[in-house]
């Protein structure tokens, strides 16, 4: 229900004429000034000024109202006033006869690419005036709804309206964290930071659903509602993938303007558009010499090259769904993700606001809890390389001491780059040096923790994987190491049930299951432990003659314990207690 009324006076200076739309930070009316005709007042929602240093916003605008520009809409004034004894702060704006773009392109899809150009170098224009400022303006919310479509000319001219959530450089610290259409968001603003090159990061997304009527990335937000770590989650999920060349999608986009709007959309700041200006200047001679930018392709090539072979050690990069294949564990799933996944896939955003880059990571648990399973999907998920080491494959390194497989190992992980070396039975492999361990074992073991050490830097990760977290080697556990340590605990509820439901497909099974009583009733039970109880009551269905039953596999449950005892569990339960791991 809309706040303000019709016929309802402002500050014995405004009229409302009618409600024109809700966004995230406001209404927003027509209105009619008394002296100055018809205009556009937002007014912002009560949460919004509880969460914003209004002060902020209101300075801003009164700057904003001093600037001039046909690519803008123009900024009146900010003001405040009373109503049921609150005050309720709002901002007016002029009123633009036309659409706003994302009315344009919900109506006719992609747009003709002059027509496309034009409004992206109108937008352009108008952050090129913010950006030049005493103090630079920050838009922090370009989304094709912000921008209006005059058709009061003979062409469409695109302006950028609502400045609600813009600021200035120097006072962008004193806000609060993510504001503005999430899938509009440059990597860094899902962080809280906001730059020049954000606004043109949005604009470069604009530009590509302009010629192609579809956003870069595929976004599955149904589940998510307004959870702000969900969203984030979901949107940078979606953008681990390559972006498609707009080209793909509209067969008169050619290479060169392939090359400049992917360049507007690099998660890498230091190859992304700067300044409104230069990504100006490429459009602007995009279409005044297209013969030289035909010419001009681009040599940026693919973000990834195929990887090498090497003694037929390392697997091509795999295709699979990754952690969509892994049942249940959403808690450990998005810890990898957030803490993992995404500081190896944005490197140089991690880096350049100097957050450290994981270099490794220790699975630990009881047996047939999934720790190889993971480490698979893991390198799925993350597209990386992957090299499965165990301990029978390092016997013969340590009996003969040749300490130089160990390097050529990593050397071949390099060259291969990226690449996941999976190191499993990690006690094995790399027992703590505290033990009773021969002079040459003891210099293997030291081996192999300095190549281990900082390998990030080129391009490996490390996962490794152990029963007996307790017999490593400390040393293995030092930052710049294993900088994640994950307890991986037998199977949740929705785990045991999705296995229960993998073993007894494509079996004889009968009307009367209960998947989720029969997951509620094997808690601590291992992947092995379920398998084992689906074969034992298969053979006794067999047996009998007849299909699968509830009872048959109650049955098994209540005759077979889980493998993994109370008492076992709580010696990982301590290790991560007093190690304080997750």
């Known amino acids: 229900m809309a706040t303000l009324a019709k016929g309802e006076i402002?500050?014995?200076?405004?009229?409302?004429?009618?409600?024109?739309?809700?966004?995230?930070?406001?209404?927003?009316?027509?209105?009619?000034?008394?002296?100055?005709?018809?205009?556009?007042l937002k007014l912002f929602k009560e949460k919004y000024v509880q969460e914003t240093d209004i002060s902020v916003v209101t300075k801003e605008a009164r700057i904003l109202s001093k600037i001039t520009h046909p690519n803008i809409v123009r900024v009146f004034e900010t003001n405040s006033f009373s109503k049921n004894d609150k005050e309720l702060y709002y901002l007016t704006m002029?009123?633009?006869?036309?659409?706003?773009?994302?009315?344009?392109?919900?109506?006719?899809?992609?747009?003709?690419?002059?027509?496309?150009?034009?409004?992206?170098?109108?937008?352009?224009?108008?952050?090129?005036?913010?950006?030049?400022?005493?103090?630079?303006?920050?838009?922090?919310?370009?989304?094709?709804?912000?921008?209006?479509?005059?058709?009061?000319?003979?062409?469409?001219?695109?302006?950028?309206a609502d400045f609600g959530l813009a600021q200035s450089v120097d006072q962008l610290s004193k806000l609060p964290g993510a504001a503005g259409r999430y899938p509009y968001f440059a990597p860094e603003c899902f962080f809280g930071a906001y730059l020049p090159s954000s606004d043109i990061f949005s604009t470069g997304i604009i530009l590509y659903q302009m010629i192609t009527g579809r956003h870069p990335w595929d976004y599955d937000l149904g589940s998510a509602g307004e959870n702000h770590e969900k969203i984030t989650t979901a949107i940078l999920s979606a953008r681990k993938s390559k972006i498609t060349r707009p080209s793909v999608h509209n067969a008169a986009c050619n290479a060169e303007l392939d090359r400049i709007i992917l360049k507007a959309l690099s998660k890498n700041l230091d190859k992304r558009y700067k300044s409104a200006s230069a990504f100006f200047n490429d459009l602007n001679e995009y279409e005044q010499e297209p013969k030289k930018a035909a010419a001009k392709i681009a040599v940026s090539g693919s973000n990834s090259t195929p990887a090498k072979s090497s003694n037929g050690a390392y697997k091509v990069r795999k295709i699979g769904k990754g952690f969509d294949e892994i049942a249940g564990m959403e808690e450990l799933k998005e810890t990898l993700y957030q803490e993992?996944?995404?500081?190896?896939?944005?490197?140089?955003?991690?880096?350049?606001?100097?957050?450290?880059?994981?270099?490794?990571?220790?699975?630990?648990?009881?047996?047939?809890?999934?720790?190889?399973?993971?480490?698979?999907?893991?390198?799925?998920?993350?597209?990386?390389?992957?090299?499965?080491?165990?301990?029978?494959?390092?016997?013969?390194?340590?009996?003969?001491?040749?300490?130089?497989?160990?390097?050529?190992?990593?050397?071949?992980?390099?060259?291969?780059?990226?690449t996941i070396i999976f190191i499993d039975e990690v006690d094995a492999i790399l027992p703590s040096r505290e033990a009773d361990l021969s002079q040459s074992y003891a210099s293997e073991v030291n081996e192999f923790l300095a190549q281990m050490t900082e390998c990030h830097r080129r391009g490996i990760f490390i996962i490794a994987a152990t029963n007996r977290p307790e017999k490593i080697d400390p040393a293995i556990l030092r930052t710049g190491r294993m900088d994640k340590v994950v307890y991986l605990p037998p199977p949740d509820l929705s785990a045991?049930?999705?296995?229960?439901?993998?073993?007894?497909?494509?079996?004889?099974?009968?009307?009367?299951?209960?998947?989720?009583?029969?997951?509620?009733?094997?808690?601590?039970?291992?992947?092995?432990?379920?398998?084992?109880?689906?074969?034992?009551?298969?053979?006794?269905?067999?047996k009998e003659r007849t299909t699968i039953s509830q009872t048959h596999l109650e049955s098994a449950v209540k005759n077979n314990q889980p493998s993994i005892s109370r008492r076992q569990l709580k010696v990982y339960e301590n290790f991560k207690n007093e190690r304080n791991f997750s």
Do not use: W
Not at 10 to 24: K, L, P, R, S, W
Not at 33 to 39: D, E, N, R
């Open 10 to 40: 402002i500050d014995d200076t405004y009229e409302v004429q009618f409600f024109i739309g809700e966004g995230a930070f406001g209404e927003t009316y027509r209105v009619k000034h008394k002296f100055l005709g018809i205009q556009v």
């Open 94 to 160: 002029g009123f633009v006869s036309g659409e706003t773009l994302g009315q344009l392109l919900a109506r006719k899809g992609p747009l003709l690419i002059p027509l496309a150009i034009s409004i992206q170098k109108d937008i352009l224009a108008g952050l090129q005036c913010v950006q030049e400022q005493p103090s630079t303006i920050v838009h922090r919310d370009i989304n094709p709804d912000n921008i209006l479509i005059s058709y009061e000319k003979n062409s469409p001219v695109g302006l950028i």
């Open 496 to 542: 045991r049930k999705a296995m229960f439901e993998l073993h007894l497909k494509d079996r004889p099974v009968g009307n009367d299951l209960d998947l989720d009583k029969l997951a509620e009733g094997t808690e601590y039970y291992v992947a092995s432990d379920i398998s084992f109880i689906v074969n034992e009551a298969s053979r006794n269905a067999l």
């Open 340 to 418: 993992v996944i995404l500081p190896l896939n944005d490197k140089a955003l991690y880096e350049q606001y100097k957050v450290s880059i994981p270099n490794g990571m220790l699975l630990y648990g009881p047996p047939s809890c999934g720790k190889t399973f993971i480490a698979q999907k893991f390198a799925q998920e993350i597209k990386y390389n992957y090299v499965e080491v165990k301990p029978s494959d390092l016997a013969s390194i340590y009996v003969h001491g040749t300490q130089e497989k160990i390097g050529t190992l990593f050397k071949d992980a390099e060259e291969n780059a990226p």
